[in-house]
């Protein structure tokens, strides 16, 4: 997602604040910043998060930080993103690869509440921020938070219709 909110190509390479693509070092150095960031969302709130402090966490300074990033949020942003691509898919994997009848039903459930909750526990001090940014109405995390749920809700809204036309 650009810092405007618009979806961005995931097929894109990150790229540098100047706009070019940043050699096999400066890739380690950006997924360097963004690994300290995500750790010290765990202990930090995000508010509290300062460029200074990511920095010196990676063993950089804040203009390096800034070469990637211009702010902690885009940092988180990018943090989101990743989540989302790497590991919602899952979830409706689960709802598609069940049956939604009888013992097999509950135990696909059982599944899917299985893998949410452990994907919650793995992404929640990111999860914390894109929800608390969704609700102050920052388009960029709103737009994370509806592709987060946009699969399972895809997957399970057959499955609900059948239900009903059953009733």
Excluded at 121 to 145: M, S
């Amino acid at each position: 997602v650009s810092t405007d909110g618009a979806p961005i190509d995931e097929t894109e390479e990150p790229r540098a604040a100047d706009g070019r693509v940043p050699g096999r070092r400066g890739q380690a150095t950006r997924q360097r910043l963004l690994d300290c960031t995500a750790e010290m969302l765990r202990t930090t709130s995000y508010r509290d998060l300062k460029v200074v402090d990511i920095a010196r966490e990676a063993g950089t300074s804040p203009a390096t930080f800034y070469q990637y990033f211009p702010d902690v949020e885009s940092a988180i942003v990018v943090l989101a993103d990743d989540m989302v691509a790497t590991g919602v898919e899952q979830f409706a994997d689960l709802v598609t690869a069940n049956s939604w009848k009888g013992k097999a039903g509950y135990e696909g459930a059982e599944a899917l509440a299985g893998a949410m909750l452990a994907f919650w526990d793995k992404h929640q001090p990111v999860l914390r921020v894109v929800d608390l940014a969704n609700d102050e109405g920052d388009r960029r995390f709103a737009n994370i938070r509806n592709r987060l749920l946009n699969d399972l809700n895809n997957a399970l809204a057959p499955i609900l219709m059948g239900t009903q036309l059953l009733r």
